[in-house]
Structures are given as structure tokens and as C-alpha cells.
């Protein structure tokens, strides 16, 4: 079947619509193909597009999860123990598929995005197995990235990734045995005790800005936008602003609009009435949108307040995005790097070949 399928495959000139199965099965399909297409779609609830069960047929072959005898596929102990969500086994096969050292680079990049991954993932494929091209490097990683998000091992905000505690629970739980499928142990404690450490600074940066007076969470306010590009910032008085603390110009390509700031130095959670005083008070500022910044959360449905269709934009920033701001443009906090030195597998596995091949020769 797959192979008949394939042979339709058509070219970018003349491609095929394969998106509805219920149409080119029967079309394209006859006798023993055209059953079995029918049956993977009719029995899978018209979820599987069987046009796309390669990959499929290939995983089961390689992992062994199905036997023959006599020209037929017979489920064995192996594809009964996938079915049944074997730990064992699925530890295994997960082994097998990197993600010990997905889940490792993840714990060591707080808030990873693909790109900050890439590097470290193509070096551990280029050791470990024949892929070879930067776009098998990416997609391997999206594929497994999202694997692991569905499976709440990894969290995804936005673009960034983020270990969950079942995560770093799963990852330890592999043997030291799968040592080359996995990072050292070591290397892992001492990622987590990173991450640990980092957690508690936040924290702490957290509480010391609670602390500050008013004003001088303000000012502090508009240091971080300075650093973020923002020109001409100033504090506003105390006193008849309109409940405006900041104001503040930004470049958008070859325009410069005013942006007013509400700074809210407080955990609690912030409602719809203050967003709509802030807006109110935008035209005093000649300003075309605002920004509110607090340490707290928002209340549900303040987002849709902020972006209402025909009202000036509203940017909220709670305390956990301050936070990362604040840590990214290094506002009170400071950097120090970790080395971690590790021995690079691929440049010997490259070395061995040489050698054997120049063996080879000589003999």
C-alpha cells in the first residue's frame, strides 16, 4: 500500500490532494490497498491520513514492535508492552531517540529557545548517529521538543521551553547504563543545581524590589526601559500626572511615538479599571498607547481589555515577564558564567574513521 501510494506522489507542477481520504481512497486505490487504506482510516476514527503512515511503518521496524510469520505482521510481546505503556520500554525507546539529552539541555537553559538548543543537539546527533544537515538538526529537535510538551515533560511559553518537574524526575530515572544516549549525571546535577540557585536569586530579586519606596521603583522602571532602547525617559512628578509614572519615546522604523508607563509596585492583582484609566489618560501625553508594569499578576480577561478592537493598545507586563526582562537586559542582576568542560565525541569519532581508513590503505 505504501508503495502504491508512493508512485502517485505527482510533481510541484502537477501535485496531488491527498487531505481528504474519504475521496482518494477509493480513486487512487484498488483491491488489498484500497481495504487496508480504508481500515487504517475507518479504524483509527478517521485520525490517520493513511498517505502519511510511513513513518509510522518505519518506527515500528526499526524498534521491533511487530514480528512476521508468514508474510504477515503479528503483534508480539514487544508491540503489546508499546501499546500498554511499558515503562521499560518506553524509557528505552526514548533512549534511543536523544531524549535524555533533550530533556538535559532544556534543564540547562531556563527558558530555551530552539535556536539556544540547536548547537548541542547537532553535535550529539553527529556522534551518535548518521544525520548530518542543519535542517534534520531542526527538525528532529522541533519533532521531539513537541513530543515531550504533549507529554508534560517539557512546558512551552510562547517560543521558549522550560523542564517540568515530572521532566527532571523522568531524566534522572535513567540508567547510567544509556551513558551514551545520556549526559553524565554529574553534568545534569550540577545544571539543576544552577538552575536551583538561579531560581532562588529571582526570588530574592522579586522581594528586593517589593522593598523599594514608590519612586524609586520608578526610576528603576525607567532604567530597564533604557536599556531596552527607549529614548528620553523621565519620571513624571508625583503629583498631576494623570497616573502616568513614566513617559517615554520609542522608534518604530522611521516613526517615533510617545509611550506612557502605569508602574505598579504590588502583587496584587491588577483589574480592568486601571487599564482604562491609563488609556483615558493618554492624550494629556499625546501618547498613542501605554504600558502597564507590575510585580503582581493581571485578573482574567484584562488581556481582551488591553487589545480591544479601536482603543489605544495597552501592553501589560506582569511580574514574572518584568522578571525576565529584567534578568535579559541585566537591571540589578548580573551574569556570571559556568564552564562546563566536555569531552567532544565528535572530533574523536571523526579521528577514528580517519584512522581506519587510513589502515585500510596501507594494508
Same mark, same amino acid.
Given at each position: 500500500?505504501?508503495?502504491?501510494?508512493?508512485?502517485?506522489?505527482?510533481?510541484?507542477?502537477?501535485?496531488?490532494?491527498?487531505? #481528504?481520504?474519504?475521496?482518494?481512497?477509493?480513486?487512487?486505490?484498488?483491491?488489498?490497498?484500497?481495504?487496508?487504506?480504508?481500515?487504517?482510516?475507518?479504524?483509527?476514527?478517521?485520525?490517520?491520513?493513511?498517505?502519511?503512515?510511513?513513518?509510522?511503518?518505519?518506527?515500528?521496524?526499526?524498534?521491533?514492535?511487530?514480528?512476521?510469520? =508468514?508474510?504477515?505482521?503479528?503483534?508480539?510481546?514487544?508491540?503489546?508492552?508499546?501499546?500498554?505503556?511499558?515503562?521499560?520500554?518506553?524509557?528505552?525507546? #526514548?533512549?534511543?531517540?536523544?531524549?535524555?539529552?533533550?530533556?538535559?539541555?532544556?534543564?540547562?537553559?531556563?527558558?530555551?529557545?530552539?535556536?539556544?538548543?540547536?548547537?548541542?543537539?547537532?553535535?550529539?546527533?553527529?556522534?551518535?548517529?548518521?544525520?548530518?544537515?542543519?535542517?534534520?538538526?531542526?527538525?528532529?529537535?522541533?519533532?521531539?521538543?513537541?513530543?515531550?510538551?504533549?507529554?508534560?515533560?517539557?512546558?512551552? #511559553?510562547?517560543?521558549?521551553?522550560?523542564?517540568?518537574?515530572?521532566?527532571?524526575?523522568?531524566?534522572?530515572?535513567?540508567?547510567?547504563?544509556?551513558?551514551? %544516549?545520556?549526559?553524565?549525571?554529574?553534568?545534569?546535577?550540577?545544571?539543576?543545581?544552577?538552575? =536551583?540557585?538561579?531560581? =532562588?536569586?529571582?526570588?530574592?530579586?522579586?522581594?528586593?524590589?517589593?522593598?523599594?519606596?514608590?519612586?524609586?521603583?520608578?526610576?528603576?522602571?525607567?532604567?530597564?526601559?533604557?536599556?531596552? #532602547?527607549?529614548?528620553?525617559?523621565?519620571?513624571?512628578?508625583?503629583?498631576?500626572?494623570?497616573?502616568?509614572?513614566?513617559?517615554?519615546?520609542?522608534?518604530?522604523?522611521?516613526?517615533?511615538?510617545?509611550?506612557?508607563?502605569?508602574?505598579?509596585?504590588?502583587?496584587?492583582?491588577?483589574?480592568? %479599571?486601571?487599564?482604562?484609566?491609563?488609556?483615558?489618560?493618554?492624550?494629556?501625553?499625546?501618547?498613542?498607547?501605554?504600558?502597564?508594569?507590575?510585580?503582581?499578576?493581571?485578573?482574567?480577561?484584562?488581556?481582551?481589555?488591553?487589545?480591544?478592537?479601536?482603543?489605544?493598545?495597552?501592553?501589560?507586563?506582569?511580574?514574572?515577564?518584568?522578571?525576565?526582562?529584567?534578568?535579559?537586559?541585566?537591571?540589578?542582576?548580573?551574569?556570571?558564567?559556568?564552564?562546563?568542560?566536555?569531552?567532544?565525541?565528535?572530533?574523536?569519532?571523526?579521528?577514528?574513521?580517519?584512522?581506519?581508513?587510513?589502515? =585500510?590503505?596501507?594494508?
Amino acid at each position: 500500500m505504501i508503495t502504491a501510494i508512493h508512485d502517485q506522489t505527482g510533481t510541484p507542477q502537477n501535485p496531488v490532494d491527498w487531505s #481528504d481520504p474519504d475521496t482518494w481512497i477509493a480513486e487512487r486505490l484498488s483491491g488489498e490497498h484500497a481495504r487496508l487504506a480504508t481500515k487504517v482510516w475507518i479504524d483509527s476514527g478517521k485520525t490517520v491520513n493513511p498517505r502519511h503512515v510511513y513513518g509510522c511503518y518505519l518506527f515500528i521496524n526499526r524498534l521491533n514492535l511487530l514480528g512476521q510469520s =508468514a508474510n504477515r505482521y503479528v503483534l508480539g510481546d514487544r508491540g503489546e508492552r508499546f501499546l500498554a505503556d511499558d515503562p521499560a520500554l518506553l524509557q528505552e525507546l #526514548d533512549a534511543g531517540e536523544g531524549i535524555p539529552k533533550i530533556l538535559s539541555l532544556v534543564a540547562e537553559t531556563p527558558q530555551a529557545k530552539r535556536s539556544d538548543l540547536i548547537d548541542d543537539w547537532g553535535a550529539y546527533l553527529l556522534a551518535v548517529s548518521k544525520f548530518s544537515t542543519q535542517k534534520v538538526f531542526g527538525d528532529t529537535l522541533r519533532r521531539r521538543l513537541l513530543n515531550l510538551v504533549e507529554r508534560g515533560l517539557v512546558e512551552r #511559553d510562547g517560543n521558549r521551553y522550560s523542564i517540568t518537574d515530572s521532566g527532571l524526575s523522568y531524566l534522572k530515572s535513567f540508567p547510567e547504563s544509556a551513558a551514551d %544516549r545520556k549526559p553524565s549525571s554529574q553534568r545534569t546535577d550540577v545544571a539543576l543545581a544552577v538552575r =536551583a540557585f538561579n531560581e =532562588a536569586q529571582i526570588e530574592a530579586l522579586r522581594r528586593r524590589l517589593m522593598g523599594l519606596e514608590p519612586y524609586a521603583f520608578e526610576h528603576f522602571v525607567k532604567e530597564l526601559l533604557e536599556a531596552m #532602547d527607549y529614548e528620553n525617559v523621565e519620571v513624571t512628578r508625583q503629583s498631576g500626572d494623570k497616573g502616568i509614572d513614566v513617559v517615554a519615546n520609542y522608534q518604530f522604523g522611521i516613526t517615533e511615538i510617545t509611550e506612557v508607563v502605569q508602574v505598579k509596585r504590588t502583587e496584587s492583582t491588577i483589574g480592568r %479599571r486601571v487599564i482604562d484609566e491609563l488609556r483615558g489618560a493618554l492624550p494629556y501625553h499625546r501618547a498613542i498607547r501605554g504600558t502597564i508594569i507590575t510585580l503582581g499578576p493581571f485578573a482574567r480577561g484584562v488581556e481582551e481589555s488591553a487589545l480591544f478592537p479601536g482603543a489605544a493598545p495597552i501592553t501589560l507586563i506582569d511580574g514574572d515577564r518584568l522578571l525576565e526582562l529584567v534578568v535579559k537586559h541585566q537591571i540589578g542582576v548580573r551574569r556570571k558564567p559556568v564552564d562546563l568542560l566536555e569531552v567532544d565525541e565528535a572530533f574523536f569519532a571523526d579521528r577514528s574513521v580517519v584512522v581506519e581508513a587510513e589502515g =585500510a590503505d596501507e594494508n
